[in-house]
């Protein structure tokens, strides 16, 4: 006979939301990844020279990346 594991209300909980967030982080990342259109190098050799990072000033963007990956950005 196999032992059995007994979880608390509160316990099972957790451990279902934090089991359905990691599947929908991973779908996320799936779904980005097919919106993101494919780019050859010679295309993006063109844009680099079309689009240089020194045309524009720091100041015209914000940087997300800490965006990614902040559990307080889930609630």
């Given at each position: 006979m196999e032992p059995t594991i007994t979880l608390n209300a509160q316990a099972l909980k957790a451990l279902i939301k934090e089991s359905v967030r990691e599947v929908m982080r991973e779908e996320w990342l799936k779904f980005f990844e097919l919106l993101t259109?494919?780019?050859?190098?010679?295309?993006?050799?063109?844009?680099?020279?079309?689009?240089?990072?020194?045309?524009?000033?720091?100041k015209d963007f914000i940087d997300v990346t800490g965006w990614f990956g902040d559990e307080s950005q889930t609630q």
């Amino acid at each position: 006979m196999e032992p059995t594991i007994t979880l608390n209300a509160q316990a099972l909980k957790a451990l279902i939301k934090e089991s359905v967030r990691e599947v929908m982080r991973e779908e996320w990342l799936k779904f980005f990844e097919l919106l993101t259109p494919y780019v050859d190098d010679e295309e993006q050799a063109d844009i680099e020279a079309s689009f240089s990072p020194s045309d524009y000033e720091d100041k015209d963007f914000i940087d997300v990346t800490g965006w990614f990956g902040d559990e307080s950005q889930t609630q």
